[in-house]
């Protein structure tokens, strides 16, 4: 198995920056790829953005050019650093990645989740 643990949600202004971070930890997995979902009250959860191994990056649309996905292989850290927040920026944001354990294959993996409002 393997266990994500998120950090650096919190309260912002509209306008204002917090930096995610999430590290994966376990035995004898293989990490392929990471990324971050949102999911607002009453609403589905969403991609935000993600990495693959290689350093490849794929973002929502609404959050291009404010966002920044990062990734440490070696450390299986991944983080998103988000700027020019927004009130409808607000949501509980949750740690994925695509992991192989050996015997199980490729499985999905979450975080608990951290919140993240910003306020107008």
């Known amino acids: 198995q393997v266990q994500l643990v998120e950090s650096g949600g919190g309260l912002v202004q509209a306008g204002g920056s917090l930096r995610l971070s999430c590290a994966a930890s376990?035995?004898?997995?293989?990490?392929?790829?990471m990324g971050w979902y949102r999911q607002a009250l009453g609403k589905q959860r969403e991609l935000v953005a993600t990495?693959?191994?290689?350093?490849?990056?794929n973002y929502a649309d609404s959050v291009k050019g404010r966002f920044t996905i990062s990734r440490d292989n070696a450390k299986n850290t991944v983080h998103l650093q988000m700027n020019s927040l927004k009130p409808e920026d607000t949501a509980v944001y949750y740690c994925?990645?695509?992991?192989?354990?050996?015997?199980?294959?490729?499985?999905?993996?979450w975080g608990q989740g951290t919140q993240v409002t910003v306020s107008s």
């Open positions: 994925n990645c695509n992991a192989y354990i050996g015997g199980l294959g490729y499985s999905d993996y």
């Open positions: 376990g035995s004898r997995f293989n990490i392929n790829a």
């Open positions: 990495t693959t191994r290689g350093g490849s990056t």
